[in-house]
């Protein structure tokens, strides 16, 4: 699981004990944890703090992406063919697991549609002060969904 504190608000000034203090952030997990397990633990957690004030004063709710996980065997089809697309393309393709919300899962669980997530870029810079990509990057990526929606329609013949 991975977890980021975005904000942080507390007191009004730099030798003051704040009376309330609150935090906001957004963590994310793979798709064999439930969104309400998680949500569920951390509230657990504070309640067993060994901390009274904390266990006694604390209103943790969540009203940001309640986001499920997706999972797609690698096997399945459509990931092999995007991967076979990237190899021809001559991009480099890693087959794996993310801890990042996004809506891939509203087409799986609600529309049982398989779905990947695939694109340009690092997941390093997404929605941080330094979001990029490179140029370089965004033009492998349409070469690579060009190659996989010929591919994937029939009219390449691999």
């Not at 963590?27 to 657990?44: E, Y």
């Not at 266990?55 to 991967?83: C, Y």
């Amino acid at each position: 699981m991975r977890f980021r504190l975005g904000f942080i608000k507390g007191g009004y000034g730099p030798a003051t004990a704040p009376a309330t203090a609150s935090v906001k952030g957004v963590f994310g997990f793979l798709p064999n944890t439930n969104v309400h397990a998680v949500q569920q633990g951390m509230i657990d957690a504070i309640r067993k703090s060994p901390h009274q004030y904390l266990r006694e004063n604390f209103d943790l709710h969540f009203d940001m992406l309640n986001n499920e996980g997706n999972e797609l065997s690698p096997d399945h089809p459509l990931v092999q063919e995007l991967a076979a697309s990237a190899e021809s393309c001559a991009v480099p393709v890693e087959v794996s697991a993310m801890t990042a919300a996004c809506d891939a899962w509203r087409y799986s669980a609600s529309l049982n549609i398989p779905t990947v997530v695939f694109g340009a870029g690092s997941l390093k810079y997404a929605h941080s002060n330094e979001e990029q990509i490179a140029v370089r990057d965004m033009k492998e990526t349409a070469s690579v969904l060009i190659q996989f929606i010929d591919r994937w329609c029939g009219l390449i013949r691999a």
